[in-house]
């Protein structure tokens, strides 16, 4: 067992986009996750994700691949806040014909292979977040509560067994979740 910080385990991470709501020259069509997305996206069900018009050069930068995470960080609610995960399994690619990014209110975190196992990140930090540990990172100042994404990234100690033991364990899991889901 080592322990990291979540920056370490990351070979990207960038916020999301909103974009337009119509098309204009420069601009690509994209399906666009919110966090209000997640369950469905969870479960394959891309009908309710909107499609918005993102600048070329922005989304050549954030679309989004397979296993790649998304984190919540604004809106939530007093019981459900900022901070719940979603990975994005490679079904999610193949049911689009669009490309995909997160809204501006999640951010997407791509995990070095490396260092860790996407699917096991995801595990730590959906167990993390069920069990109310990152409420310490959910502020609400105005209307929109906030997640502290950099300061949870920088200093939260995570620690993980090597990246072979992470990949059965990720495996394990996700078996039993895709028995849920079915």
Same mark, same amino acid.
């Given at each position: 067992? %080592?322990? $990291?910080?979540?920056?370490?385990?990351? =070979?990207? !991470?960038?916020?999301?986009?909103?974009?337009?709501?119509?098309?204009a020259?420069?601009?690509?069509?994209?399906?666009?996750?919110?966090? #209000?997305d $997640?369950? &469905?996206?969870?479960?394959?069900?891309?009908?309710?994700?909107?499609?918005?018009?993102?600048?070329?050069?922005?989304?050549?930068?954030?679309?989004?691949?397979?296993?790649?995470?998304?984190?919540?960080?604004? /809106?939530? &609610?007093?019981?459900?806040?900022? /901070?719940?995960?979603?990975?994005?399994?490679? @079904?999610i $690619?193949?049911?689009?014909?669009?490309?995909?990014t997160?809204? !501006?209110? =999640?951010?997407?975190l791509?995990?070095?292979?490396?260092?860790? @196992?996407?699917?096991?990140?995801?595990?730590?930090? %959906? =167990?993390?977040?069920? !069990?109310?540990?990152?409420?310490?990172?959910?502020? %609400?100042?105005?209307?929109?509560?906030?997640?502290?994404? #950099?300061?949870f990234?920088?200093?939260?100690?995570?620690?993980?067994?090597?990246?072979?033991?992470?990949?059965?364990?990720? &495996?394990?899991? &996700?078996a039993y979740?895709?028995?849920?889901?079915?």
């Open positions: 067992m %080592q322990e $990291f910080v979540l920056r370490d385990l990351l =070979a990207e !991470s960038k916020d999301g986009e909103w974009g337009k709501g119509e098309l020259d420069g601009l690509v069509e994209m399906l666009v996750i919110r966090g #209000t $997640f369950e &469905s996206v969870r479960v394959g069900d891309l009908s309710g994700v909107p499609r918005r018009f993102i600048p070329k050069r922005i989304a050549d930068r954030k679309a989004l691949r397979p296993y790649d995470l998304l984190i919540e960080t604004a /809106g939530g &609610s007093k019981d459900r806040p900022t /901070g719940r995960t979603l990975l994005l399994k490679l @079904d $690619f193949r049911k689009s014909v669009l490309p995909v997160c809204a !501006s209110f =999640a951010r997407f791509r995990v070095d292979p490396a260092r860790a @196992d996407a699917e096991y990140v995801f595990w730590l930090l %959906q =167990a993390m977040y069920e !069990s109310r540990q990152l409420l310490k990172y959910h502020t %609400q100042h105005t209307g929109v509560a906030r997640y502290q994404f #950099t300061t990234a920088d200093n939260e100690p995570l620690v993980l067994p090597d990246v072979a033991t992470q990949r059965r364990i990720a &495996s394990i899991l &996700s979740d895709d028995l849920i889901e079915n």
